[in-house]
């Protein structure tokens, strides 16, 4: 665990503190797209039951060369999460190099998979448009997260 920053007020080690150092380990020198379910929203910091340290995750990944993709669309997070009875928060995100973010055209949610009367689950995918090296646009694919935490990686270099 050397070099790791562990972010949580309760010293307990996530997941979400090892992922920035593997990835720039693996593709630090190489365009990249990655996210999935991080259950890390910011707004989670000083609320009693949960372990703290979300905004500063952010800026270690900030650091470590992932930006997060959200911030030219929207101003603040944005509600990925619907179990019922829970507040709003945004624990799925889309990270990719610097390269790639500038290519970035497009991120929004499509709620209704998460919040129609039967939904496929508790999260909401986030939909990424990227453009190609010509400037044409195309669905990036939808990296999504399940509610067990899994994640998605690729290779942006199309």
């Known amino acids: 665990m050397d070099g790791i920053e562990i ?3 309760d010293a307990s080690v996530w997941e979400t503190n090892v992922i920035p150092h593997e990835l720039h380990r693996l593709f630090g020198h190489d365009t990249f797209f990655w996210g999935g ?3 890390c929203d910011p707004k989670m910091d000083g609320r009693r039951g949960f372990a703290g340290g979300n905004q500063r995750v952010f800026d270690i990944y900030r650091e470590a060369g992932s930006v997060d993709l959200r911030p030219r669309f929207h101003d603040t997070f944005q509600q990925t999460f619907f179990r019922p009875g829970t507040d709003s928060y945004q624990l799925d995100h889309v990270f990719a190099d610097h390269a790639t973010e500038q290519r970035v055209a ?3 949610i499509d709620p209704a998979p998460a919040s129609g009367p039967e939904p496929l689950s508790d999260h909401a995918p986030i939909l990424v448009t990227i453009a ?3 400037g044409a646009t195309a669905a990036g694919g939808q990296v999504e997260g399940d509610a067990a ?3 998605s ?3 942006a270099s199309t």
């Open 7 to 9: 972010t949580t007020t």
């Open 153 to 155: 990686a690729a290779n």
């Open 106 to 108: 497009g991120w929004a």
């Open 149 to 151: 935490g899994e994640s």
């Open 132 to 134: 190609d090296n010509t």
């Open 37 to 39: 379910d991080l259950n």
